[in-house]
């Protein structure tokens, strides 16, 4: 159980599009799920918390006009990345929690996006 | 502000020698605790975690915790490892309550057979 998955594994686009990555939890419904961001041989970076039926919360630092969250159902959410530059280029993680008592987040494999 | 750290980089041992990966964490609180796994090429995994009770944590594939509230520590450990635990560790910390995760900066372990 607790699985998550994550579309597409990696994105190659020109600077200037956007992309969406999508996060499903497949097996259990989430409330609440994050996105982060993992840069090569470094650890993982919150960039925001996304809450079914609201607003995401973003970390400081994190420009919420270029990284578009969007948590549309319990099963279901979305980061798109606006205007993409090559310094967009990253491994790019969510996770989804499963609430108490588990309280516990199970990660998706990632997206690598790469930004000509 | 919570924070973790990761003192070891970088550990390489060899087969069937004994583990310990060091986490220290700050918080001004009741914390959960927990340490995650990163085979290469492969998504974040649960290890094991902490939220109360008894402070020796067991979890997958032979791994234990102990969690020290006076030494602010969590440190991973398994007695024998294998060439298959060759990965990346992660340690992470949560307030009671709060559902945000901070990691710390990973510890990649590799295994020589």
């Known amino acids: 159980g607790a699985v998550v998955s994550q579309h597409p594994s990696w994105v190659i686009c020109k600077s200037g599009t956007s992309v969406k990555i999508e996060c499903r939890s497949l097996d259990f419904q989430a409330t609440t799920m994050f996105w982060y961001r993992q840069f090569p041989k470094q650890s993982l970076m919150l960039m925001a918390t996304s809450n079914e039926g609201s607003k995401a919360t973003y970390e400081q630092g994190v420009e919420k006009d270029k990284f578009l969250i969007n948590h549309a159902s319990l099963t279901l959410s979305t980061l798109t990345v606006t205007s993409a530059h090559p310094e967009d280029s990253s491994f790019y993680i969510c996770?989804?929690?499963?609430?108490?008592?588990?309280?516990?987040?199970?990660f998706g494999p990632g997206t690598r996006l790469t930004v000509l | 502000a919570q924070s973790v750290s990761q003192h070891n980089h970088h550990v390489i041992l060899s087969e069937a020698a004994s583990l310990e990966l060091g986490c220290n964490y700050s918080y001004g609180g009741t914390v959960n605790l927990f340490w995650y796994v990163q085979y290469p090429g492969q998504h974040l995994q649960l290890l094991l975690k902490y939220f109360s009770g008894d402070p020796l944590v067991k979890g997958i594939k032979g791994f234990e915790a102990e969690f020290i509230k006076s030494k602010f520590s969590f440190n991973l450990r398994k007695p024998s490892v294998q060439w298959s635990d060759t990965a990346e560790y992660f340690c992470?910390?949560?307030?009671?309550?709060?559902?945000?995760?901070?990691f710390g900066t990973g510890t990649r372990l590799t295994i020589i057979p």
């Open positions: 992470a910390v949560s307030g009671f309550g709060n559902e945000k995760l901070t």
């Open positions: 996770s989804a929690r499963v609430p108490a008592p588990s309280d516990t987040q199970y």
